[in-house]
């Protein structure tokens, strides 16, 4: 072969077509680059050459399955597959505490850490991203509320103002998303830990 290089999403079409050595290609292509990111993630060089395979049986998977859509963004989609790797292994070890489930539970106080090592950060991040999308199920007064007190950091008597509502009710209203955001994290099964 000559020194053209081939693209990515070429190599993975003469993959989908049979050519084994096209995805050898591929992985020796990006072994480095993910290789890194994980290790830099996990700092164990085993745990990272399991994750690093596991990437890439996902990837193999997702490929023969025909569910993968290239639009020339192969590699940030590898990244991404091992990205949640990286956060599935931190959950499945419990390295990092659960909320229990009782008394005061907030889920946002994983939300308010300023001391973020890259492991911690890059899993506030996933959550918080979790939690944007579990908020958006509340009922809409719910949300506002939520919204305000939470991401815009409001008062309580701010709130009531900007609402038309007593405080009270935008204090219920509160208590009731926080106790229906609970709901629809035990009904999904999720693990949120900080």
Known sequence: MNNIQISDASLV?????????????????HHHRIYSFI???????????DIFQDTFI?????????????????????MRISHNLVIDHFR?????????????????????DGSLNAETQLIKD?????VKELIKELPEDQLEVLTMRIYKDMSFKEISERTG????????????????????????NLILIN
């Not at 290790?39 to 050459?49: G, P, Q």
């Not at 399955?65 to 192969?74: D, L, T």
Request: aromatic share 10%; proline share 2%; no cysteine.
């Open 165 to 188: 509502v007593s405080i009270n009710t935008a204090l219920g209203r509160m208590r009731y998303a926080l106790i229906n955001l609970r709901k629809i994290i035990e009904k999904r």
């Open 92 to 112: 499945k070890n419990k390295r990092m505490p659960k909320f229990d489930n009782s008394g005061d539970f907030n889920i946002f106080s994983v939300l308010s």
């Open 58 to 78: 996902k990837v193999i998977r997702t490929l023969k399955r025909g569910k993968y859509n290239e639009e020339g963004k192969f590699l940030p989609w590898v």
């Open 39 to 49: 290790f830099s993630k996990v700092f164990d060089r085993d745990i990272a050459e």
């Open 126 to 130: 996933q959550i918080e991203s979790d």
């Open 13 to 29: 079409r003469d993959y989908l077509d049979g050519n084994e050595n096209a995805l050898a290609t591929l992985i020796n292509r």
